[in-house]
């Protein structure tokens, strides 16, 4: 997931939230619901920089939760990009937490430098799987 803010009315864009805003700001939208569902069906997730500590973050984590015993993302692998030892640790943690059956592989990097690194870990699961 990514997003920009810009200023501005954009009648094809869903409602930008920080993580300072409540959950009760969220709305359903179109756009939203395609992913969600995307990230229920994943079987392979990569994760940057989200550390899972705001209410959006947890409420996203807590709806996939409710579904990952009857859908491929309760056994996915996860990717946790993050170049703080200790948030690499906490966010690794809740990810095993929520889904006892996946798998995490940490990469104690940023994007920027695991992506000019050509993603090894990523690129050497996927070779292994096929």
């Known amino acids: 997931m990514n997003g920009t803010v810009e200023v501005g009315n954009f009648q ?29 069906w994943s079987t392979l997730v990569v994760i940057v ?33 993050e170049p703080s030892a200790e948030t690499l640790k906490a966010t690794s943690k809740k990810l095993v937490t929520c889904f006892p059956r996946a798998s995490v592989i940490q990469v104690r990097k940023g994007l920027e430098e695991w992506m000019c690194e050509e993603a090894p870990e990523l690129v050497n699961q996927i070779f292994m799987v096929e």
């Open 49 to 81: 920089g989200m550390s899972f500590e705001c209410d959006m973050d947890k409420g996203l984590l807590a709806a996939l939760r409710a579904t990952e015993d009857n859908l491929p993302i309760g056994s996915t692998l996860f990717f946790v990009v």
């Open 12 to 40: 094809n864009r869903s409602p930008f939230l920080l993580e300072t805003d409540s959950s009760t700001l969220r709305i359903r939208t179109y756009e939203a619901n395609q992913a969600f569902k995307f990230l229920q």
